[in-house]
């Protein structure tokens, strides 16, 4: 019956509404599960232990994020956002008993930033049958937003990684058109969707790629060395490495010691500037290197009297274990900042489908995090949020941006 | 009724037991029910390491791996041939069980410690291996289950039990978990009790002595990895059905060594210990990031250390005090507690009756 209650509850206070309102176009006002007339419960499960641990500062930032807004605005249209962050450990099983807890036990209003393409595929089929939002997953995964159709009450957040590759291969067709590929990349959803944008984007000329390597994360032994210079005696002259960062430093510093030289791709995911130092460290030379990058990076000196950076820092402050030059961290706070912008936006129609609809199909926003220009946004027949990237350049010391944005919306179904 | 007033302690705790296990669901909440189910999951699991390493005294560092065989079996059953859940169950149970006897065959020419790296090796691979027939297995992403309706029967009892209230599917697999439980420790029970049990122990105590009294040692050794591994694969099964998805990633190394220290942390070499040591296995983690860290009384730092540290600080802490404390596990400890009260209880004249105590370890 505990289970019942509150939506039982709604469903009278939906008619009630109803019936008051009469047929006016006026929007009464409503609520759902989660929202009290001064709170809002959010949850998130994320890996805060365990060996992705690394991510696990996202979900403190965007905590920071709106124990700030609470602070200084009073929280959304009067009411405080509360943030239940549960630690799955990257493991789909914790995945789905801690999101079944979140929804069932402590009645969130919406699940919000959920980290890890496994473990939010786990979930993602329970709450769209229970009808709770699972907002702006933390993947580039390109079903989180290509397959809206089938899972209407789940979005992502960030450029897919198959939008990422397709901007590679742009890059390659105008200013590299004879150039010789080899790729090295992680056996996962995650290499795999790269690999998959980079085949698409290079379209008749993907015949350039002369090899391919892929290693298993949880392999035991280091295959990298052996792959590299596999890759190396192919012939390929430009390398692209769709890593996670662990294998990113190792490998750019692999390339340095084999003797190879190659034009360098890399994905966006390993490419703060923490890393790079690493890779630096690790004896890495960094010759020729190209990613992109869609957020300000923290480390960026060109950001430093900028508007958004200087409220990047305000806010980060409120996480006292949050370094404020992880680049996960300002993300974070960035896609906190687009859930508080649809919950304002809902005002006083606090429903769970109203709060969905605007996500997936309402979203106009100019986030103060991300690079100029970048725009959040969706429509009723597009449901990929940023799909903005600029090409950036290694300069030795840090990252400087090439040319103007790349968009990739709509080439992506 | 004079039967009844002689019948050891324990097997009223095990009425007691029963009755709430069947009883849960009625009275606590959906989800709670579906946590339970996982500790029946991690009791069955741990029941068939118990076998293996408490009884036969063979070490496996990769149950993880086993279970991963059972789900994976189960799930495409059901996704790709259509079977119905409940009949993958067995098949999963038997063909990991399969698996389970293949691996016990190196596993006579190993001693513990290259047992254990074996082992080991095999929960390290799972995920890498699960991955590569991608038409198989989905690959990395996968394999979603729709969770299963309650048949009518069960709808029509739970509702008439609990006034009305419609059984969901997480009430339904807990029973479901639970009748099999019941069934596989029971088995487990008879097993040990019996020639078979009688064996595998001598084994694990005298190798050479065992063999010399015409026990053949291969046999058993083969047939507890066996047995174990048809535990694990029923287990797996169940697991893959309760969460709704089987993946890579559902099945990492640190679940092997999760059900490893379950199984100690309950009590080896005995019947109730599987049960504790599911209970510690589900909990633990939950306990240790959560409860912790929402503790008024416990100093934030403490409580943040207990946090980033994950479960695994809890459970080494936990394992090293059992180790020491109570070498024989929770249940160990339980039963010397209750032999040092019944003795006091009976006076110091009881003391020298010269009779041996009964074996502590088979309970």
């Known amino acids: 019956m505990a289970k019942m209650g509150p939506r039982l509850g709604v469903l009278a206070a939906f008619l009630v509404t109803l019936a008051a309102c009469g047929g006016s176009n006026t929007p009464a006002a409503q609520s759902d599960v989660g929202i009290t007339s001064n709170s809002i419960l959010l949850g998130n499960t994320i890996a805060q232990s365990g060996p992705a641990r690394a991510y696990g500062t996202i979900a403190n930032a965007e905590n920071a994020y709106f124990t700030y807004v609470n602070n200084t605005k009073g929280g959304v249209n009067g009411r405080m956002i509360k943030f239940k962050i549960l630690d799955d450990a990257y493991t789909p099983a914790n995945a789905v008993t801690l999101t079944k807890q979140l929804v069932e036990q402590d009645q969130v209003f919406a699940m919000f930033s959920g980290l890890g393409t496994q473990t939010q595929t786990s979930v ?10 699972q907002l702006f997953v933390a993947t580039g995964a390109t079903t989180f937003m290509a397959d809206y159709s089938s899972h209407n009450w789940t979005i992502g957040w960030q450029p897919p990684y198959q939008g990422e590759a397709r901007i590679y291969a742009k890059d390659i067709l105008a200013n590299h058109a004879s150039a010789k590929i080899g790729v090295l990349y992680q056996n996962d959803d995650y290499g795999q969707d790269y690999l998959k944008g980079l085949t698409d984007g290079l379209g008749s000329s993907a015949s350039q790629i002369v090899d391919k390597e892929s290693y298993d994360v949880t392999a035991a032994v280091p295959t ?31 390339v340095t010691k084999i003797g190879w030289a190659p034009l360098i791709y890399l994905n966006s995911v390993s490419n703060p ?4 130092g690493l890779a630096q460290k690790s004896g890495a030379a960094l010759g020729n290197v190209t990613s992109v990058g869609y957020i300000k990076d923290p480390t960026d000196p060109q950001w430093a009297s900028d508007d958004g950076m200087k409220l990047y820092k305000t806010v980060i402050a409120n996480c006292t274990t949050c370094n404020v030059m992880d680049g996960f961290n300002i993300y974070g706070v960035a896609v906190a900042y687009t859930m508080v912008d649809i919950l304002t936006q809902a005002g006083s129609v606090m429903t769970r489908k109203n709060v969905m609809d605007i996500a997936a199909k309402g979203l106009n926003e100019t986030n103060p995090f991300l690079l100029p220009g970048v725009k959040v946004k969706t429509t009723p027949s597009d449901h990929f949020p940023i799909t903005q990237e600029q090409v950036i350049h290694w300069s030795g010391t840090g990252w400087t941006l090439q040319g103007s944005l790349i968009d990739e919306r709509g080439t992506i179904k | 009724m004079q039967r009844l007033r002689s019948a050891p302690p324990r097997y009223f705790l095990g009425v007691i037991a029963l009755l709430f296990f069947i009883g849960l669901p009625t009275v606590v909440t959906s989800f709670q029910s579906s946590e339970w189910t996982q500790v029946l999951i991690f009791a069955i699991v741990i029941m068939g390491l118990n076998i293996l390493v408490g009884y036969s005294g063979q070490i496996s560092l990769g149950h993880g791996a086993l279970m991963a065989v059972g789900a994976y079996t189960s799930a495409i059953l059901i996704h790709r041939y259509q079977v119905d859940y409940l009949i993958t169950i067995p098949i999963a149970g038997l063909l990991t069980g399969v698996v389970g006897f293949a691996l016990g065959i190196p596993a006579l020419r190993l001693s513990a410690l290259y047992l254990a790296l074996a082992t080991f090796a095999l929960a390290v691979v799972a995920p890498s291996l699960i991955k590569r027939p991608v038409q198989l297995t989905g690959g990395v992403q996968g394999i979603l289950l729709t969770p299963p309706d309650p048949p009518q029967f069960a709808k029509d009892a739970f509702g008439a039990v609990t006034g009305g209230q419609e059984m969901t599917s997480d009430q339904w697999l807990y029973y479901v978990s639970l009748v099999l439980a019941l069934l596989l420790f029971w088995l487990a029970w008879n097993l040990v009790r019996h020639r078979p049990g009688r064996a595998m122990r001598a084994i694990r105590d005298r190798e050479v002595a065992a063999a010399s009294s015409g026990i053949n040692v291969a046999a058993y050794k083969t047939m507890a990895f066996g047995i174990s591994a048809f535990y694990a694969g029923i287990g797996g099964a169940l697991y893959g059905l309760s969460i709704g998805f ?7 190394l640190a679940l092997s060594f999760q059900l490893l220290v379950g199984a ?7 019947i109730a210990g599987p049960l504790v040591g599911g209970i510690f296995t589900f909990w633990l983690p939950i306990v240790s990031s959560q409860f912790v860290a929402s503790q008024p009384w416990i100093p934030t730092g403490i409580a943040a250390a207990f946090k980033n540290a994950g479960p695994q600080v809890s459970y080494g802490a936990l394992l090293i005090a059992i180790m020491i404390f109570a070498p024989n596990g929770v249940v160990g400890l339980v039963t ?28």
């Open chain 2, 336 to 363: 010397a507690g209750y032999g040092r009260l019944q003795a006091r209880l009976r006076g110091a004249g009881d003391r020298g009756s010269g009779q041996m105590p009964s074996d502590p370890q088979t309970v």
């Open chain 1, 124 to 133: 993602r089929d329970y709450l769209n049958t229970q009808k709770v939002p």
């Open chain 1, 273 to 276: 500037q923490v890393y790079m």
């Open chain 2, 246 to 252: 089987v993946s890579p990633d559902t099945f990492p």
């Open chain 2, 264 to 270: 100690v942390i309950g009590g080896l070499a005995s």
């Open chain 1, 224 to 254: 990298l060395a052996a792959q590299l210079s596999k890759l190396k005696a192919s012939g390929a002259d430009t390398l692209f490495l769709f890593t996670t960062p662990a294998f990113t430093i190792g490998s750019l510093a692999i």
